[in-house]
């Protein structure tokens, strides 16, 4: 099993509604990873979870907040966003916290619009 | 950091010729190189890798070729077919702490029927 997988794969939200999207993988990676990806652009790096906790962030704006409950799931909670944050939102694994050395694996993303 | 450029940012090509994508790297001490494709409305799909230990890696209609003297890697699709239409990323570990990526911009392949 070489999946991430992420819920929703669609999501409409207000500007003052408060959202999650969800990234679980089984593959005992111990990385994980948030990305944002605007349309014709390559991913951008938001977060990196390594070992469960929060190693890398990316002067991501606070209304932006990852979580990382365990090993397999990744959440990331959105209040307050702006139309400007609509964007493919990617989670990612590696099988360790050095992308040197371990092939990272993507989910199908998270299609967010802000309205 | 790492910077990572890539080219053609378009290429069409039709469907049972070759297709060639190349990228550029600046740091020497980068020793792994991904490739991605993605498809529409999805995530991008590891497609083929090379570590700087090996010169050419083969998968099938894929390969990737690395001088690292030059610090350039590219993408060899051969007889390539309609559903090979995708864009497809580049990439390098960034240096600074080895936890990340640095994508190049992209290339959008069409074959053509």
């Known amino acids: 099993d070489t999946e991430v997988t992420q819920t929703p794969k669609h999501l409409v939200m207000g500007m003052t509604n408060k959202k999650s999207l969800k990234c679980e993988q089984h593959m005992g990676h111990r990385a994980m990873y948030w990305y944002k990806q605007k349309a014709k652009k390559p991913p951008e790096l938001m977060f990196v979870y390594s070992y469960e906790k929060l190693s890398i962030n990316e002067s991501v704006p606070s209304r932006f907040s990852p979580e990382c409950p365990n090993s397999s799931l990744l959440n990331l909670h959105l209040h307050a966003l702006q139309p400007e944050d609509s964007a493919l939102y990617l989670c990612a694994s590696s099988l360790l916290p050095t992308v040197a050395n371990t092939e990272a694996f993507f989910g199908q993303g998270t299609r967010l619009t802000v309205v | ?113």
């Open chain 2, 1 to 113: 950091g790492e910077n990572v450029e890539q080219h053609p940012s378009t290429l069409s090509v039709q469907e049972g010729d070759s297709a060639v994508i190349k990228c550029t790297y600046s740091d020497s001490a980068s020793n792994y190189f991904p490739w991605y494709k993605q498809e529409l409305g999805k995530g991008p799909q590891l497609i083929i890798d090379i570590r700087s230990n090996v010169g050419e890696k083969k998968d099938q209609r894929i390969a990737v070729t690395l001088n690292k003297t030059a610090k350039h890697f590219s993408l060899h699709i051969t007889e390539t077919q309609p559903e090979d239409s995708a864009v497809y990323f580049c990439a390098a570990p960034d240096p600074g702490d080895g936890q990340n990526f640095v994508f190049g911009p992209g290339t959008r392949l069409s074959v053509l029927p």
